[in-house]
């Protein structure tokens, strides 16, 4: 599913990070690399990359359940599309956002009505 909303908008695919403790309504999205030092600075991402001993993803990330709603899906999925193709400052919640998620939900309903 994942592969098909970044394919109709020819953006990068997030990694994807799974973990048992979070629950199937909750994910988390990080932000691209150049997107983070966009909104941070260069130097803040290079800090972080230190103290945390990893890189910051050059596509961003996505961070599931291994249990995870579509809803929840498409909610990260929106983020993800808003960081690769508006502004910036667009506001994490906002009407941009709304219609990034509707985007996202719309493909994948489309995915799911070509499986039943």
């Not at 932000?31 to 910051?56: C, K, Q, S």
């Amino acid at each position: 599913m994942v592969e098909a909303v970044v394919e109709r908008f020819e953006i990068p695919a997030p990694d994807l990070a799974f973990s048992v403790r979070r629950r199937p309504d909750t994910g988390q999205c990080w932000a691209p690399r150049w997107h983070a030092v966009a909104t941070n600075g260069e130097d803040r991402i290079l800090a972080w990359e230190e103290r945390y001993r990893r890189i910051y993803l050059a596509a961003g990330q996505i961070r599931l359940g291994t249990t995870t709603r579509l809803r929840t899906l498409a909610h990260e999925l929106g983020h993800h599309l808003v960081h690769h193709l508006d502004p910036v400052h667009t506001p994490a919640h906002g009407k941009v956002w709304v219609g990034r998620f509707d985007d996202a939900m719309a493909t994948i309903a489309d995915m799911m009505s070509l499986r039943t």
